[in-house]
């Protein structure tokens, strides 16, 4: 509910086009994605898609540059990517492909008990073989209620990076597609690149258009605000986690 998908389908547009993503990050040039979808109804998806090519500025060289696996337009059931035969069933889809985005690993990595790092090997080992192949690997999951990610951490020992998106602390419903990006591990990232920031998705007549800031323009933003509703130094500081 954080908006993952609107995040990463913006992610798979920018990279076929050799775009900007979230209006933070520029492709250096654009790569063929295979984005498979195991839950986002297609009318929905292509909504979705509609929305961010409206507010692209660059478009992908040809439509082979972005492929889409979605259940909605597949005769029979999803792959199960824990499975060796289901690896294999996609195997031709992927072949030409530089990028996979698996959104999500609950609908289509489904293997045992989430906990169990033992039935998370499967996957990895696809995972590690496709990088062998030189692609690159997105994959989608969801936070458990502490706000890690859910099931074995073992998922993460093969990954370069994790990204968590995460709730602003004076998050509104009412606001949409709006969280923190947050670079939780990041082989080769440092510096400015790996600073957290916002991201907000507006849509002006049928435009996605993403409006991104740094954390510390956030709060800066979110403390002006209480300040003119004339909340106390004590009541900002409780509101924000910021000592007074």
Same mark, same amino acid.
């Given at each position: 509910g954080n908006g993952k998908t609107w995040f990463v389908l913006q992610m798979a547009y920018g990279i076929a086009s050799g775009g900007q993503i979230v209006n933070h990050w520029q492709a250096p040039k654009p790569r063929r994605v295979l984005y498979i979808d195991g839950e986002m109804p297609a009318r929905t998806m292509q909504g979705r898609i509609a929305s961010i090519v409206a507010g692209s500025e !660059? !478009?992908? +060289?040809?439509?082979?540059?972005?492929?889409?696996? @979605? +259940?909605?337009?597949?005769?029979?059931?999803?792959?199960?990517?824990?499975?060796?035969?289901?690896?294999?069933?996609?195997?031709?889809?992927?072949? /030409?492909?530089?990028?996979?985005?698996?959104?999500?690993?609950?609908?289509?990595? =489904?293997?045992? =008990?989430?906990? /169990?790092?033992?039935?998370?090997?499967?996957?990895? @080992?696809?995972?590690?073989?496709?990088?062998?192949?030189?692609?690159?690997?997105i994959t989608v999951h969801h936070a458990g209620k502490g706000g890690a990610q859910r099931g074995t951490s073992s998922r993460e020992d093969v990954l370069d990076t994790v990204i968590s998106l995460r709730r602003p602390k004076d998050y509104d419903p009412s606001e949409g597609a709006r969280f923190e990006v947050h670079l939780e591990k990041a082989r080769g990232v440092y510096g400015q690149e790996a600073a957290p920031f916002e991201a907000a998705l507006r849509m002006e007549n049928g435009v996605a258009i993403w409006v991104c800031r740094s954390l510390e323009d956030s709060v800066r933003a979110q403390i002006l605000a209480l300040k003119a509703e004339e909340y106390s130094i004590r009541d900002i500081a409780n509101e924000t986690g910021l000592s007074r």
């Open positions: !660059e !478009e992908p +060289p040809d439509p082979s540059y972005l492929s889409i696996l @979605t +259940p909605d337009l597949q005769d029979m059931a999803m792959p199960n990517l824990a499975h060796q035969e289901d690896q294999e069933a996609i195997a031709d889809l992927i072949r /030409d492909t530089e990028v996979v985005i698996v959104d999500n690993l609950a609908c289509l990595a =489904r293997h045992g =008990r989430e906990n /169990d790092s033992e039935s998370w090997l499967p996957v990895q @080992t696809w995972l590690l073989g496709l990088r062998r192949q030189g692609k690159s690997v």
